[in-house]
Each structure stands twice: as structure tokens, then as C-alpha cells.
């Protein structure tokens, strides 16, 4: 027997709730906002590039979803709470966050510049956190009405949050921050019916990693190979099997690699 509510709300579907992706302008996040969109969600699209979000949006409406624009940078608290804010003035709920906007700059800790550094720590990793601290008091809010009395939280790790590697130091450190932020905030939450999950994706064909200084990525041309790596619609798809299982049940953490990765 199943703790459900005693009209068995349907969790399948996303009709009636509404969606805030964090970077949503381009790879994980413009795919995690299609997908979301074609089950039925009003997807808030979080981004600094108006322009690609615009675009976005665009092909999100003509597929028949509903799409808004939110410019915003998330990795300090006045832009997190604006990017909440605007997702929810537009509905009045919301019922899903996925935290994606994050950066991968490489390079090695001797002579690194600390403004990358900065960056990452600020968007990876407390970006994630502020988002969810303005989210929270909607989630669960939402988590005690319709349609689904559920409500989902999802942040996007790495691989790198579960295994360090050369020149990725900073980087791992966030990640691996993103994980134990997730699983703190789980059981916080868990017995109010909001579900963290954290998804950690391996080599995904994003630009995420052309980010790093040209001389870097020359350096470290050729010294890992993935095979074939995930695309965004693979890690998308992942995150809509994770948010749609029924409302007893959460899964929480989703590590994810090409199939001929190593690491």
C-alpha cells in the first residue's frame, strides 16, 4: 500500500505545474526544458543570454508547450530569487526546479587564475544553493496541493562529484559540494513529499567544456577519450523518468557515463 493522497494524483504527467530550469539556454538544460515542456509543464527559462533563451522558447512554443523568458544569474542571491520570483508570478506555484547552470573551466591549481575559481564555486555550487533556498517555501507549498502533491527538486552534478582528476580541482570540489548539499536538503524535506535528486552526468556533448582558456583545452587535446558521450536528450530524459515515478517513491541520485568511459 502506497502513501498516497486519497485521489491517487497521476505523476506522469506535468499538466498544471509549473518548471524552473537553470541554464536553460543551451545543452542539459535546453533539453531538460523541451522534455519538460512536452509532458505538459510551464517551463521558466533561466538564463544570462536572452537571446539563446528567446530562441529557446520559440521552439518549445511551436512544439505547442508553454515557455517563458528569465534572464538572471543565479550564482548570487539577488539573481536567484528574481529568476524564483519571475517563475512564479507567472502561474502562482511552482512545482519543479532543475538546477543546471553551472561552467567547467580546466586547468591545472599551479598558476590557476582564481577568478575561475570564483566563478565556478559561486555558479556550481552556491548558485544551486540560493536557488533552492528561494524555491523551497513554493516547492513546498506545492507539494501539499494538486496535481500531483508532490514536488521535485533536481540538481545537476557530474561524474566529478563522485571522482577527482587533474586539473579538474575547483571544479570537483563543487560538484562533490552539490552532492552533499542535495543529500543534507533530502532529508530535510523528504517527509514533506519534495524529492532532491541529483543527477551526475558523465562526458556529455554540451559546450560546456570549450569554456576553458585556449591554451588549456590545447594542452589536454587528446588525453581523454569518452567513445561515443551522452547527448543533452539522454540526461534529459533521465531527469523526466526521475520526476514522474509516483509519489511514494524517489529516486535520488543517478549516476550516468558513456557507455566506454572509464572515469
Given amino acids: 500500500m502506497t502513501s498516497q493522497t486519497p485521489d491517487s494524483p497521476s505523476t506522469t504527467g506535468l499538466a498544471g505545474t509549473t518548471a524552473l530550469v537553470t541554464g536553460a539556454s543551451s545543452g542539459i538544460g535546453e533539453a531538460v526544458a523541451g522534455a ?56 502562482g506555484r511552482l512545482d519543479i526546479v532543475v538546477n543546471n547552470a553551472g561552467v567547467l573551466l580546466l586547468g591545472p591549481v599551479e598558476d590557476a587564475p582564481t577568478e575561475e575559481w570564483r566563478r565556478m564555486l559561486e555558479l556550481n555550487l552556491l548558485g544551486v544553493a540560493l536557488v533552492s533556498r528561494a524555491a523551497l517555501p513554493h516547492l513546498l507549498r506545492a507539494a501539499g496541493t494538486g496535481p500531483r502533491y508532490v514536488a521535485d527538486l533536481v540538481n545537476i552534478s557530474s561524474v566529478g562529484g563522485r571522482i577527482a582528476t587533474p586539473n579538474t580541482a575547483v571544479y570537483n570540489a563543487a560538484k562533490f559540494g552539490v552532492n552533499a548539499f542535495s543529500e543534507s536538503l533530502r532529508q530535510e524535506v ?32 587528446g588525453g581523454f577519450d569518452p567513445g561515443v558521450p551522452l547527448d543533452p536528450a539522454d540526461v534529459a530524459e533521465t531527469i523526466v523518468h526521475v520526476m514522474t515515478r509516483p509519489r511514494h517513491m524517489a529516486v535520488n541520485e543517478v549516476l550516468l557515463r558513456p557507455t566506454e568511459q572509464l572515469d
Fill in 36 to 91: 519538460l515542456a512536452a509532458r505538459g509543464a510551464l517551463v521558466a527559462l533561466a538564463a544570462r543570454r536572452r537571446d539563446r533563451l528567446t530562441q529557446v522558447a520559440e521552439n518549445i512554443r511551436a512544439k505547442g508547450g508553454a515557455a517563458l523568458v528569465v534572464e538572471a544569474d543565479v550564482s548570487d542571491e539577488p539573481g536567484a530569487e528574481a529568476a524564483v520570483a519571475a517563475a512564479v508570478a507567472e502561474s
Fill in 190 to 221: 523528504a517527509r514533506r513529499h519534495v524529492r532532491v535528486a541529483v543527477i551526475e552526468p558523465g562526458f556529455v556533448a554540451t559546450e560546456l567544456p570549450l569554456h576553458s582558456r585556449p591554451e588549456v583545452l590545447q594542452r589536454l587535446a
